[in-house]
């Protein structure tokens, strides 16, 4: 990891355990300073500790839940004088299996609230930063079911299109400005909350460390990475290039605001007839 690109400090939202604290110790090892977040805060003072473990770095963490109002104010003034190099927004796993109309129009808001609305606000606020200092990483844990609708959970494969798509679109507007978008498409992973939902650990699901290490060693192959287990899945899927994909994509919508249409910043006023 290039500490003069994507350092002195990583952000990892939810990075108390499983993928996120394995991403935390990685980065702490290779002298990034660690700025952690996620909502239990005895879970964030035991990670803290284990990072601080691996690398002799500045630790510090903040206790959030990303669905919440105040969020994105709570982690400004986190972060304020911390220079972020590296953002990962991990947080987001499903955490229950219901049909669309199984659960409620809450249940279904608050899985928006986390995969759309958290990673929006954060790669709005750190995207500006790292597009003025001309370098940095920003990183959205995505999931196998960004791929397609998917039965008993199609809220979250909703959410996880949006955030791969999301960062397929950063990645082309970014990457100009010397900023690495990236989103780490991952199957199965043995990580507390996969046990959480699933109540065992699944056989073969992936390692969190292992993980970590491929999509760390990936950010600058973007704006897709597909997991190993996922490459595989892939291959009998018909498997496609995303990058190419992106790229064909990025060529015609460059002609937009050179043909006079309206590329003025959201004004609440204009929709109002
Ligand atoms: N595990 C898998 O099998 C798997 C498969 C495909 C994709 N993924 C993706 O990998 C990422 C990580 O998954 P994971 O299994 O490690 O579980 P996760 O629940 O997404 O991540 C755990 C971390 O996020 C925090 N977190 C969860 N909800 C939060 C909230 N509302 N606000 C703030 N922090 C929150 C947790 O701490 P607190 O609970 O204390 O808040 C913890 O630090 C997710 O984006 C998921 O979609 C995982």
């Known amino acids: 990891m290039d500490v003069k690109?994507?350092?002195p400090w990583a952000?990892?939202?939810g990075g108390s355990e499983g993928i996120g604290l394995a991403f935390a110790k990685r980065l702490a090892a290779q002298g990034l300073n660690i700025a952690i977040t996620a909502r239990k805060k005895a879970a964030l003072e035991a990670a803290a500790a284990e990072i601080?473990?691996?690398?002799?770095?500045?630790?510090?963490?903040?206790?959030?839940?990303?669905?919440?109002p105040d969020m994105m104010d709570r982690i400004e003034a986190f972060t304020r004088n911390m220079d972020v190099g590296l953002v990962i927004y991990n947080a987001g796993a499903m955490d229950r299996i219901t049909?669309?109309?199984g659960d409620t129009i809450e249940g279904h808001l608050h899985t928006i609230r986390l995969n759309c609305e958290g990673p929006t606000r954060i790669a709005h606020h750190f995207a500006s930063m790292m597009k003025t200092k001309g370098r940095g990483g920003i990183i959205l844990m995505s999931s196998a079911?960004?791929?397609a609708g998917m039965y008993g959970v199609p809220i979250y494969?909703?959410?996880?299109?949006f955030e791969t798509i999301?960062?397929?679109?950063?990645?082309?507007?970014?990457?100009?400005?010397?900023?690495?978008?990236?989103?780490s498409v991952?199957?199965?992973?043995?990580?507390?909350?996969?046990?959480?939902?699933?109540?065992?650990?699944?056989?073969?699901?992936a390692d969190p460390d292992d993980i970590a290490r491929d999509t760390l060693d990936n950010l600058e192959n973007g704006p897709t990475y597909y997991s190993k287990e996922m490459q595989g899945a892939l291959s009998t899927m018909g498997g496609f290039d995303r990058r190419r994909i992106v790229m064909t994509m990025a060529e015609n919508s460059k002609a937009f605001g050179v043909v006079g249409m309206n590329t003025k910043p959201f004004d609440p006023n204009l929709s109002v007839q």
């Open 5 to 7: 690109k994507y350092g």
């Open 157 to 161: 494969a909703a959410t996880k299109a």
């Open 186 to 205: 991952i199957g199965a992973v043995r990580t507390p909350a996969h046990h959480r939902l699933l109540g065992v650990n699944q056989p073969g699901a």
């Open 99 to 101: 049909t669309f109309l």
């Open 166 to 183: 999301l960062a397929e679109g950063l990645w082309c507007e970014m990457r100009d400005y010397g900023v690495s978008v990236m989103s």
């Open 52 to 68: 601080r473990t691996a690398g002799n770095v500045d630790v510090r963490y903040l206790s959030q839940d990303m669905t919440a």
């Open 145 to 147: 079911a960004c791929l």
């Open 11 to 13: 952000l990892i939202i």
